[in-house]
């Protein structure tokens, strides 16, 4: 009788100390304080909803006009980023085989991040783009993208979406590259033989 009771007092004693150190633990891992109401915040969001029409409608003119001299383009196609005049010239060699249309139910996000790595003012988007062929193939995917605002213009675009959809669609497979010793016995075997 004696030990069941210590096992019921450490089982207490532990559920106390995950229940009264897990929140400091979960704070302490997110040191910035994000606001989502800002003077600038609709400014902000209208920027990006330009650069987006942009990118939908080839108007490189109003992009130039959104984004600032530096700006960089992260996670389109392969590339880890891109210039400006190097993000034009991948949708402009986009465009030579498909035609982007974006959903308008789209949902945007501007935060103001006050301290830390992530520190000024952003909008988060999240919407579906459906790229046309002109043989009336389609393909639609989601993304989403985080965009750091520059005083009044976008001086850092993040892209996440998934490339592995797209190429699927385009009736790609993707297969492990084989090792050399992974083929290694395979010269006689014929996937349809039935083996004892």
Known sequence: MKKHISHKILLIFFAALVFYAAPSTVNAQVPEKAMLEYPEADKNMNTVKKAMEAYETGNWELLRNSVTEDVRFYNLG?????????????????????????????????????EGPRQGQWVLHWGSNTLSYPNGESISFPYHIATRMEGDKISRIYFYYDNNRIIRAMGYAIDPPLKEEDDEGLEDFKPNEKRN
């Open 78 to 114: 392969s590339f880890d980023s891109l210039n400006l005049d190097q993000t034009i010239e991948y949708w402009k060699k986009g465009r030579e085989t498909a035609t982007p249309t974006l959903a308008e139910n789209q949902i945007w996000l501007p935060v103001s991040v006050k």
